[in-house]
């Protein structure tokens, strides 16, 4: 596929979520997880009229293909997505990078955090190539039950 991808930072003023950022990201939650583990639109609208949040995202015409949401306020990283059709293209690498770029520089951030499902193999490779540590365990984490894993990175070099 060659679609030209088109990339844009979302930054909410406060007030109601912008209706467009919403709708293209429960869809893409819905497509990245199993039924129970997306997160639901109340939580992404909450995420999406937060002042303190900020969310990335790669956009292939009206469709959004990759996303990442952040906590701007606390450095904590949310969620990262990426449409199943565009896996494995390095988007989610890119994607994760600038998110890290602007903890750190918007943020002034100089560490963040992030739990990940503990069996998601492609998130923690992910994340340990660029440079994240398991720091801790975090049993029964997710709403099916499954654990998860708490990780880490310093801000030092991003
Ligand atoms: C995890 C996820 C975001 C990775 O995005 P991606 O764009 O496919 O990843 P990239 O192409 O940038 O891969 C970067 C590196 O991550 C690792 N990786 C990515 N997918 C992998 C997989 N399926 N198996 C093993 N390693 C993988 C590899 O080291 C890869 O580098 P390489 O391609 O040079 O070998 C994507 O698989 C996804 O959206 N999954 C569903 C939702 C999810 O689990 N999100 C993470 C929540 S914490």
Redesign the pocket.
């Known amino acids: 596929m060659t679609e030209r991808l088109r990339g844009e930072i979302h930054r909410p003023r406060g007030g109601e979520p912008d209706g467009r950022w919403l709708a293209a990201l429960w869809r893409l939650e819905r497509r ?2 199993p039924p129970g583990l997306a997160y639901s639109p109340e939580m992404l609208a909450g995420w999406l009229s937060d002042s303190a949040t900020l969310t990335l995202g790669l956009w292939s015409g009206d469709l959004l293909i ?1 996303a990442q949401i952040s906590e701007l306020g606390t450095g904590h ?1 949310i ?6 059709r ?11 990078r600038i998110t890290l770029h602007l903890l750190r520089r918007w943020g002034g951030h100089r560490r963040t955090l ?4 503990a069996k ?11 440079g994240f540590s398991i720091i801790g365990l975090l049993p029964g984490y997710y709403p099916n039950g499954e654990d998860a894993l708490l990780l880490t990175r310093p801000l030092g070099r991003v």
């Open positions: 990245c997880y990759a990283l969620t990262l997505d990426v449409d199943p565009f896996q494995r293209r390095g988007l989610g690498r890119r994607l994760l992030c739990e990940i499902g998601n193999q492609a998130s923690l490779a992910l994340h340990r190539a660029e």
